[in-house]
């Protein structure tokens, strides 16, 4: 009876370590410039999300906020079993009067721009995106 335990720990054991292994390291990066009209859009929020469906949380890859130029870099990596589902936001006000809360702009990474490993082997340029847009599927964030 007791081997019967000892053995059922082991087996749990190697099944967890074999999933351990299973989780692939993947990479993804975006970059590009917010203007907001003729003005870059200065310290504008961004974030890297890794987007997951069911029970697992979304996970922030990276965040920070646009230069002076407007422009931004982020890059991050997750672990998952499955390819990741990279997404872009966008949290601004520009061309947004006094309304509460921030317009959220959310742009889904192509996955030719995911690689293994903990460094994107290439960026995904999302280039010039002028805030004035209204842009479809738009949301507002009110925290």
């Not at 469906?53 to 130029?69: I, W």
């Not at 889904?108 to 960026?123: L, N, W």
Request: glycine share 10%; proline share 7%.
């Amino acid at each position: 009876m007791h081997n019967f335990k000892l053995m059922k720990y082991i087996l749990l054991a190697l099944a967890l370590f074999g999933c351990s292994l299973a989780m692939r390291e993947q990479a993804v990066g975006v970059e590009g410039k917010l203007m907001c009209g003729q003005k870059p859009a200065v310290g504008v929020k961004v974030k890297l999300w890794e987007e997951d469906s069911g029970p697992d949380p979304d996970d922030l890859l990276e965040e920070g906020k646009t230069n002076q130029n407007g422009e931004f870099s982020l890059k991050g990596y997750e672990r998952e079993l499955t390819p990741i589902d990279p997404i872009f936001k966008v949290y601004h006000d520009c061309d947004d009067g006094m309304k509460p809360g921030q317009r959220k702009l959310k742009f889904r990474i192509p996955s030719s721009y995911v690689s293994q490993g903990q460094v994107p082997k290439r960026m995904f340029p999302i280039g010039i995106l002028n805030l004035e847009t209204i842009f479809p599927g738009e949301e507002r964030d009110l925290l």
